[in-house]
């Protein structure tokens, strides 16, 4: 069955660093966009950071433009967001996610992992 994975969320002080693997298993979701969203409770999932197959395009939502980094490495069928200079604002549980199609919106993606949480602290 093909699974997304996360990692590497935590607890990190405002100003720190963190950095997400999102590994997948079960398939390798070639030609898929991949896509990080963020959620907290009460509030939808917010689009973060997304990258096509190729690597050769990447967006990102304001609020993290300049700060994040999303990647991938098609052979080890793993994305990667690097997220820097955090802020408590970016305290949420984080998802990566696959789709056919390169959108933002979160009804376009098919396959989600679980979620990492990233707390920030002042």
């Known amino acids: 069955q093909a699974q997304l994975v996360e990692s590497g969320g935590g607890l990190v002080q405002a100003g720190g660093s963190l950095r997400l693997p999102c590994a997948a298993s079960g398939r390798t979701f070639r030609g898929y966009a991949m896509g990080w969203f963020r959620q907290v409770p009460g509030m939808e999932r917010e689009f973060v950071a997304g990258i096509t197959w190729s690597g050769g395009m990447t967006r990102y939502a304001d609020s993290v433009e300049g700060r994040f980094t999303v990647s991938r490495d098609n052979a080890k069928n793993t994305v990667f967001l690097q997220m820097n200079s955090l802020k408590p604002e970016d305290m949420a549980v984080y998802y990566c996610?696959?789709?056919?199609?390169?959108?933002?919106?979160?009804?376009?993606?098919?396959?989600w992992g679980q979620g990492t949480q990233v707390t920030v602290s002042s």
């Open positions: 996610a696959a789709s056919r199609v390169w959108t933002m919106m979160a009804a376009d993606f098919e396959a």
